[in-house]
């Protein structure tokens, strides 16, 4: 519901384009990879690594995790240590 908000009250925080699908809010301290999708109704935290080939549906990724090799949808994910 928030990123839906956000994709009319201010666009430009999502991210737009390839890999996003969608609502995806992506903090700026975030590292994609090549070849992934993500999205729809997706954020990424701070420090969050999002290796290549990686597709997250309807997920919330917190601070500092790292993602590979997987699919995710309805997850969060909070603490990787």
Do not use: W
């Not at 666009?11 to 384009?17: F, I, N, Q």
């Not at 997706?42 to 990724?61: A, L, N, Q």
């Not at 790292?66 to 603490?79: G, M, N, Q, S």
Request: charged share 15%.
């Amino acid at each position: 519901m928030y990123l839906a908000s956000l994709r009319h009250k201010d666009p430009s925080a999502l991210l737009d384009g390839s890999p996003a699908v969608g609502n995806v809010l992506v903090d700026p301290t975030a590292t994609i990879g090549q070849g992934c999708r993500i999205g729809p109704n997706v954020t990424i935290g701070p420090g969050v690594v999002i290796e290549d080939g990686v597709c997250i549906k309807r997920s919330t990724i917190m601070r500092d995790a790292t993602i590979r090799y997987v699919t995710l949808t309805h997850f969060v994910i909070v603490d990787c240590s």
